[in-house]
């Protein structure tokens, strides 16, 4: 099985309906806007554990499209707001919504991605599913979306302090970045008519591929050069001042000298690679990378155990993939 083939192919499912659902109306600039993050690519793999999930269950995969694509909304309506709050000018190779439409437009374009989110999931309004689920789907992604927007409060917060423990960022991420993936094994387990436990596990699934898909995200960025304004770099979140596990863990273990010396480049855009690099080096000194490293291995051993409540399927062994995908891809 080639895992990233099978994802394009499931990716193109959800590709072909967002361009089918999000087409151009007036006003014009407003609609360009809106379509900007959705149609510029991306794994979908939201939409795909959502999918997976359900399969796995017992349940067909296809009824889970417009749940699918309600995610995707979802997602794109936080990134484009995200984009605002972090002042970040590309996304996927491209100007950020705000970057090109202006402020104004990309916050409008951001809240109407959520009114779109709900907008699909009517298509899943009895007697498409039954009642209980229906509402435990809207019930889901209401509270999914509260969790984001305090993640991303408390990612804010964090930004300006220097004090934050491992506990507290790992709560931050489990709310920003893992609440979609979470939401993503639960709906589709509910969608296939899992019982109880595949529906609690999925979710956890979910919860645990998304902390390590945050984390894996963190370490290839001080592990891997970019292209980034056309320059080589590595370290960006560092010039950035973003929290990341390794910063973190780096924060509660170093000396003085060298937490003030690693705080001279943290969130310094002016700073120079070689200022990035030294940082990077005191993570592998004081073992924050190692430590990054062995979370991860530590959560993919528990997110495939959270698969022994399915029986033996392809989706299933697509879902143990998806796991090691976490840890291992180098992109």
Known sequence: MDLEELLKERAKIFDRALTGNLTPREPEIFYDALRWIPLSGGKRLRPIIAMLSCEAVGGVPETTIPFGISLE???????IHDDIIDKDKWRRGLQTTHEKF????????????????YRMLSYMAPPELNSVTYKELIRSIAEAAKNF?????????????SDVTIPQYMRMIEKKTAQLYLLAGKGGALIGKGSSKQVENLAQYGTL?????QIKDDLLNILTEQI??????IGSDILNGKRTLMLVHALSEVDE????KMMTVVGNENANQEDVREVIELFRTYGSIDYAQNKLEEFREVAKRCLDVVDSSESKKILMALADYSVTRLY
Not at 104 to 113: H, S, V
Not at 149 to 161: K, N, P, Q, S, T
Not at 228 to 233: A, D, F, H, T, Y
Request: charged content about 20%; hydrophobic content about 45%.
């Open 73 to 79: 909304y979802m997602h794109n309506s936080t990134l």
């Open 102 to 117: 202006g402020i104004p437009f990309a916050i409008l374009a951001g809240d109407a991605l959520i009114g779109e989110t």
């Open 149 to 161: 927007y305090e993640g991303e409060a408390l990612d804010i917060e964090f930004a300006v302090r």
């Open 209 to 213: 591929f998304g902390l390590m898909f």
């Open 228 to 233: 980034i304004l056309g320059k080589q770099m």
């Open 257 to 260: 000298d060298d937490k003030n």
